[in-house]
């Protein structure tokens, strides 16, 4: 019976290292570059551009004019509910490894089922700190004929390129190598 308890102790252990992976990944930088053409003239894009992230809460921080550069950053907070999900599985995960801390070692009586309130809280915690960020949006005229348009090399976060693909696509007529919607990360 010892042996059934160690092995689920082991399995207990290998969960929990599994969401500290997914605290981690759920807070990873996905700064992303892509470059994105128009064939509309390069002050009327990067313009609109400008417009809709300033909407979306971005602001300019500054740029360099030789290198033809807009800078913005903006403040990214975390899901609240994924920091509550997060929370659950950690509160769980902790109270199965006190379960069977408990049947290990029954001396230890019912202390071990308090790792449940210390794991969920921690866990949200942990997340929060982590995905809670500054985040910096980096717009780089790389061409701009005014008979062939513009392109555009912008660095930032994965999701917020998808957004501003998805969202300007029509009326600014920008189009990428179509990466970022194809990706399944």
């Known amino acids: 019976m010892q042996s059934v308890f160690s092995s689920t102790l082991l399995l207990t252990l290998l969960l ?7 605290l981690r990944a759920a807070s990873k930088d996905r700064t992303t570059v892509v470059d994105i053409h128009s064939p509309m003239a390069p002050l009327v894009v990067l313009d609109g551009i400008s417009a809709w992230l300033e909407e979306r809460g971005w602001r300019r921080d500054g740029g360099d ?3 033809q550069v807009l800078r913005f950053h903006g403040n990214v907070a975390s899901s ?8 659950i599985l950690g509160g769980l995960g902790s109270g199965c490894l006190g379960l069977v801390l ?4 029954p001396e230890l009586g ?5 790792l449940a309130v210390i794991g969920g809280p921690v866990a949200g915690l942990i997340y929060r700190e982590r995905s809670t960020r500054v985040e910096s949006l980096e717009l780089r005229l790389i061409s701009s004929a005014e ?19 998805l969202e300007l696509a029509k009326t600014l007529e920008l189009a990428s190598d179509g990466s970022l919607l194809s990706s399944p990360i």
Do not use: C, T, V, Y
Request: aromatic share 14%; proline share 2%.
């Open 110 to 114: 019912w202390w071990p089922l308090l």
């Open 80 to 87: 609240g509910a994924l920091a509550l999900f997060l929370s």
């Open 65 to 67: 004019a030789d290198r």
């Open 102 to 105: 408990i049947q290990l070692f």
């Open 16 to 22: 929990a290292i599994g969401l500290g992976f997914f």
């Open 147 to 165: 008979k062939n348009g513009s392109l555009l090399r912008i660095r930032a976060h994965r999701d917020e390129l998808i957004a501003m693909e």
